[in-house]
């Protein structure tokens, strides 16, 4: 089954499902493009046996594929562009498509809730979901439209987008139409809960740190310490107890030759005295 691209991406790509598909301004068209130069009935696609036929309908300025202008029945292939004006449309045969050569980035749904719990699918283009046995992940619950949403990548990012479906899309418990998908997010349809993996993003660094943060500062920034005063009964030496009770037996020998000048001292007072009496009987 083949699929229409919007080169632009201005909208998520659209399956070929009906037997006829119209394109042009016209309300009633499957695909309405308001864009310049696009008839009111552009041009339309059909289906015959399995294979996809393109015809112009008189448009004024044609209708090309591979940039070659085409009148009807045109049989399409996967990879074709088709351009209508200024918009240009690429097919794929998502059932036929090859594996990429980068495998660096990979996403996956795992069933985290509902049927085929525990299984896991892996993304790669783009995947319906649904109750229709045409979507890449076919469910059976009766809460599910037949095609109920969809998942997409779009330059290495996870899409998905409500088909508008009956009882809606939730991402991570909040009711959305469409959604950017991160890995970690759970989406849910009806009963079914699928968890998205996706590759492993490098965190991103703050650009500004929080008050509380730790802040680390090399060696060589911090301040010297400064020397604090010591309190005068630290300045006290330990006493060795040997040395002081050598100190203490030296201290009379000490005490007593330090008194030794003190007593000769005396004694020559009294010898004075003496001769100083002795003169004075002299003289009387």
């Known amino acids: 089954m083949l699929k229409l691209h919007f080169k632009d991406g201005r909208q998520a790509p659209i399956w070929l499902v009906e037997e006829r598909f119209t394109v042009g301004q016209d309300r009633r068209n499957n695909l309405v493009l308001e864009d310049a130069g696009i008839g009111a009935f552009h041009a339309e696609i059909r289906q015959d046996n399995g294979h996809y036929y393109l015809s112009d309908c008189d448009s004024e300025l ?38 990429r050569a980068e495998a660096g980035q990979r996403w996956f749904l795992q069933v985290v809730q509902g049927e085929h719990e525990g299984k896991k699918f892996h993304v790669s283009g783009s995947m319906t979901f649904g109750r229709s046995v045409k979507c890449e992940l076919c469910f059976s619950d009766a809460q599910l439209s037949r095609r109920h949403c969809e998942f997409f990548l ?24 469409a959604a950017v998908l991160k890995p970690g997010d759970q989406v849910r349809m009806g009963s079914v809960t699928l968890l998205v993996i996706g590759p492993k993003v490098e965190a991103q660094v703050a650009e500004e740190e929080s008050e509380d943060a730790t802040v680390f500062v090399r060696a060589v920034d911090l301040p010297k310490p400064q020397a604090k005063p010591r309190p005068a009964s630290a300045g006290a030496a330990t ?24 007593l ?11 001769l100083g009496g002795l003169a004075a009987a002299v003289l009387l």
């Open 62 to 99: 044609g209708t090309f594929v591979n940039d070659e202008r085409i009148a009807s029945r045109y049989q399409l292939r996967a990879d074709d562009c088709v351009r209508l004006g200024e918009v240009e449309l690429l097919l794929s045969d998502p059932g036929k498509a090859k594996p």
């Open 154 to 177: 779009r330059d290495e990012v996870l899409e998905v987008k409500d088909l508008a479906s009956a009882n809606g899309l939730l991402v991570n418990g909040e009711k959305t139409e």
């Open 264 to 274: 000769g001292i005396g004694l020559v007072v009294v010898a004075l005295l003496v």
């Open 239 to 262: 006493v060795n107890p040997l040395h002081a009770a050598a100190q203490a037996q030296a201290a009379p020998a000490s005490a007593a030759t330090s008194g030794s000048p003190a």
